[in-house]
C-alpha cells in the first residue's frame, strides 16, 4: 500500500491494468493503468478519427448556405 | 473566431460565420455520431445544433472557444429534446459485465467493431466525458463545462468509462469489488 497523497490513495498495480483508487471521502474507485489507458485512448482517437475525416453531408452545408442567403436578403 | 477554417472578414457576421461553423461540422458530426449511435438521429442532432447556433450567434463572444460553444449546444439539445424520443438501453455501472469478446485479446490488438460496440454500452455519462477528453481533446475544465458538471465528475466519468471498455474488450476482468455492494458482477464464461 502507498503512502496516502492529499486526495487519492493508490493500492499496488495489478497485473490486469486495474488501480483501485481510496478517494479522500472513502469512496472506493478504480481505474485503469497508464498502458491499459494508452490502449483504450488510441483506439478512441482511430474510431473517431475515421468519422471526423469523412466529407461533410451536403445537408449542412446547404442548410448553413440557406441560413446565409436569408441573412443577406434582409 | 476560432476555428480551423477561420478567415478574416471585414464584416463579423455573414460569411466568417459560415465558415467558422462548416470548420467545426466534422467534429460535431463525429461526436454526436459517436454519442448517439445513430445516424440518423446524429444527422438532426447536428441540424438542430447548427440552427441554435445561427439564431443565438451574437450571444458567442469572439475570441473564446467556437467549439465548446457549440459542443454545448449540441450535448444540451440532445439531453433535453432528443433523448426523450428514445427508450435507450442504460448498461447500469456495476450491473452484469457480460463481456462482447469471450478470448482474452493480446494488449495492442482490439477489434474496432468490437471497440464501437463497446463504446455503445457505456453509461451516457460516461460515454460523453469520455468522448470530449479522450476523442475530441477538451481539458478536463473545458469538458466539465461543456457537460454542465464538476470536473471531479468528469473525471470519475473518463475513469470509469476507461475501466468498463477494459473489462467489456477483456483487456481486464470484471470487477470484484466487495465493498460496494452496486459493483457485484457476473460474468460470461469465455466461450
Known amino acids: ?74 | 473566431m476560432n476555428g480551423p477554417s477561420e478567415r478574416e472578414q471585414s464584416s463579423p457576421a455573414g460569411p466568417s460565420v459560415r465558415d467558422a461553423l462548416v470548420g467545426t461540422i466534422p467534429n460535431l458530426r463525429a461526436f454526436a455520431i459517436s454519442l448517439t449511435g445513430d445516424h440518423s438521429m446524429a444527422n438532426d442532432l447536428v441540424q438542430e445544433t447548427l440552427l441554435k447556433a445561427w439564431a443565438s450567434r451574437d450571444k458567442y463572444q469572439a475570441g473564446t472557444n467556437l467549439k465548446a460553444w457549440l459542443f454545448t449546444i449540441l450535448r444540451n439539445t440532445y439531453f433535453s429534446q432528443f433523448r426523450k424520443s428514445r427508450r435507450e438501453t442504460q448498461d447500469v455501472d456495476g450491473a452484469a459485465a457480460a463481456r462482447l469478446v469471450s478470448l482474452p485479446e493480446q494488449l495492442g490488438h482490439l477489434d474496432m467493431a468490437d471497440f464501437k460496440r463497446a463504446l455503445e454500452l457505456l453509461p451516457v455519462d460516461q460515454r460523453e466525458s469520455l468522448l470530449l477528453v479522450g476523442a475530441e481533446g477538451f481539458s478536463y475544465e473545458e469538458a466539465a463545462e461543456i457537460a454542465g458538471c464538476a470536473v471531479g465528475t468528469v473525471k470519475s466519468r473518463v475513469n470509469r468509462a476507461r475501466v468498463r471498455l477494459a473489462e467489456l474488450l477483456a483487456i481486464t476482468p470484471p470487477r470484484d469489488l466487495p465493498a460496494r455492494p452496486a459493483t457485484h458482477v457476473t460474468h460470461a464464461q469465455p466461450g
Open chain 1, 1 to 74: 500500500m502507498s503512502e496516502p497523497q492529499s486526495q487519492v490513495t493508490e493500492t499496488k498495480r495489478r497485473p490486469d491494468h486495474q488501480m483501485f483508487l481510496l478517494e479522500s471521502d472513502g469512496e472506493l474507485d478504480v481505474k485503469l493503468d497508464e498502458s491499459a489507458q494508452l490502449l483504450i485512448g488510441h483506439h478512441l482517437k482511430i474510431v473517431y478519427g475515421e468519422i471526423v475525416e469523412q466529407p461533410v453531408p451536403d445537408q449542412f452545408l446547404n442548410l448553413l448556405d440557406e441560413l446565409e442567403r436569408k441573412e443577406q436578403e434582409r
